[in-house]
T-cell receptor, first 109, second 113 residues
Framework: GIQVEQSPPDLILQEGANSTLRCNFSDSVNNLQWFHQNPWGQLINLFYIPSGTKQNGRLSATTVATERYSLLYISSSQTTDSGVYFC???????????FGKGTSLLVTP | DAGVIQSPRHEVTEMGQEVTLRCKPISGHNSLFWYRQTMMRGLELLIYFNNNVPIDDSGMPEDRFSAKMPNASFSTLKIQPSEPRDSAVYFCASILAGLNEQFFGPGTRLTVL
């Protein structure tokens, strides 16, 4: 399957700081999604972004498909941003997602 | 829309017992996926269905695991007999035909004692 590597594995920020999370993948994909797993274990869809750039409030994401990486930007972090951020990729509709190991983020007051 | 619905949310059982996990995909979605999350292996695919037909079950650990999708709005994942190493969070996800974005249910946290 497609290999997915996320960095950094762990991140501690003070409230208000900005951060960038990276996702590298080993093959061409037609699906790339970023998820936030909250402390209750739920996987929340953040972005569907196989290419290009999207923004949603304080979060934005960019995928450079030709270079096989994606970046998730978190600005002005809040304690509620804490949790694990997963990048997942797939070959398209009807194909499973391959998940990275995640970036564990802790935002302190 | 109610989103993907899974039940139960938590299940505690004893080794050797049968466990059945249930999933209702988003209405109109035609592909359904079962994933398992453990500390050791992370999130991994168990099986997925397109139009109620199992397409890839290579992730199913062994014969103790089975999955069915009798209709477009319901799927089950059964473990018989259960073992402590089956303890994990089991997620169900669904996708609309022709689109790529998967939507996940809240998961079932299974503990086998």
């Amino acid at each position: 399957g497609i290999q997915v590597e996320q960095s950094p594995p762990d991140l501690i920020l003070q409230e208000g700081a900005n951060s960038t999370l990276r996702c590298n993948f080993s093959d061409s994909v037609n699906n790339l999604q970023w998820f936030h797993q909250n402390p209750w274990g739920q996987l929340i869809n953040l972005f569907y972004i196989p290419s290009g750039t999207k923004q949603n409030g304080r979060l934005s994401a960019t995928t450079v498909a030709t270079e096989r990486y994606s970046l998730l930007y978190i600005s002005s972090s809040q304690t509620t941003d804490s949790g694990v951020y997963f990048c997942a990729v797939g070959r398209g509709s009807g194909y499973a997602l391959n998940f990275g190991k995640g970036t564990s983020l802790l935002v302190t007051p | 829309d109610a989103g993907v619905i899974q039940s139960p949310r938590h299940e505690v059982t004893e080794m050797g017992q049968e466990v059945t996990l249930r999933c209702k995909p988003i209405s109109g979605h035609n592909s359904l996926f079962w994933y398992r999350q453990t500390m050791m292996r992370g999130l991994e695919l168990l099986i997925y269905f397109n139009n109620n037909v199992p397409i890839d079950d290579s992730g199913m650990p062994e014969d103790r695991f089975s999955a069915k999708m009798p209709n477009a709005s319901f799927s089950t994942l059964k473990i018989q007999p259960s073992e402590p190493r089956d303890s994990a969070v089991y997620f169900c996800a669904s996708i609309l035909a022709g689109l790529n974005e998967q939507f996940f249910g809240p998961g079932t946290r299974l503990t086998v004692l």
